[in-house]
């Protein structure tokens, strides 16, 4: 099955984003937590986290202009800060449910029964229950001229995740968190790990850590 | 468990990268076909593609400076172009050994044993082995300030797929193409999927479409 440029820009306008929100591959879903200078706080399922560095440990977010999301980034704007929650098998729903068209002054916390959980000394609410919580502060936010995107970085300030969730090599293990995988706009996967790969070197064959 | 800004500081450099990777949750695994203007091949395994639009269809990679992707990306501003193709269950060793600092005369794909496929009138080659194919046009580059990483854009002028990989709704069934997703720097995982929701509206409660 073959599809040009032409037939990607002659489909239908829905079809055409469920088809192209699918070519990246599997992508993160994560709940971003924020809050305006009022305390009023919102919450965005997002799929666009990237990482873009461990020293120090940044993360960028790709937020559409419009959408669902404008809230997100005025608050993210406002308050320079942000939280970043993986969503796990247990609010999927809810997570999915925050990503409707609800208006300003609407919390998403309320609406998809989801807990905010605050860290003194910052303005943006993290998801009590998501099992991986970060907090970000904003470093960088720029438009990109091809399309007005938002790309959105922020430094990873605070990391709270459940005890036994680090694996022996300092990686977050997820099948402890049961972190969920998205792909295209609506459908969630539970990863099942394969393989564990050691290190690549040119006169190395490849190797599975895991005995399988 | 708790890590602020310090404690991830303060980790030894590798485990600061698992850690750090592992953060923004699954990554998608695809590997990036290239070759220099004398048709040289290069080939590299990325986590970072991130969807940017459905129209026209654009995806950004987010590629370090130096390291092993050095290649791929002077390639890429050599001739414009570059495939990204699905890394699925059969191909993870080879897909992961191309991330081993190979010499520039090196081809990947000789070293890992995957086949360049070539479509007329473009510069890159595909990988044959892999089910979800694409070429992209490079459309923007820039280099981040923050800490020199380098944003790709392009835009997916060709895609090709097995047949009965389209879903209903026009999204790519990842259950037919076998694709895998990524956590961290080397745990692969094969992806389950337990829901597909309904498009989410404030007056609806969320709906899970697949029978369970």
């Known amino acids: 099955m073959h599809f040009n440029r032409q037939d990607i820009a002659n489909l239908e306008s829905r079809r055409r984003a469920s088809f192209v929100n699918s070519l990246s591959g599997f992508k993160s879903a994560n709940l971003v ?56 098998t247990g609010i999927i729903e809810s997570a999915h449910q925050s990503a409707a068209r609800y208006e300003r002054k609407v919390s998403e916390f309320a609406a998809t029964k989801l807990t905010p959980h605050w860290l003194e000394g910052y303005q943006a609410p993290m998801v009590k229950e998501a099992h991986v919580k970060m907090m970000l502060e904003l470093r960088e936010h720029q438009t990109l001229n091809i399309n007005a995107t938002h790309l959105v970085i922020g430094e990873i300030v605070q990391v709270e995740l459940p005890d036994g969730a680090l694996a022996d090599d300092g990686s977050v293990d997820m099948n402890v968190t049961e972190t969920v995988a998205l792909s295209g706009l609506d459908s969630y996967y539970q990863p099942q790990q394969i393989k564990k790969m050691a290190y690549a070197k040119p006169d190395r064959a490849p190797k599975n850590l895991l005995s399988e």
Chains 1, 2 share one sequence.
């Open 33 to 88: 937590g924020t809050a305006d200078k009022d305390g009023n706080t919102n919450l965005a399922i997002m799929s666009s986290a990237v990482h873009l560095g461990s020293s120090p440990a940044l993360l960028a977010l790709v937020i559409r202009p419009g959408g669902e999301e404008r809230h997100t980034l005025s608050n993210i704007l406002a308050t320079g800060q942000y939280s970043l929650n993986h969503v796990n």
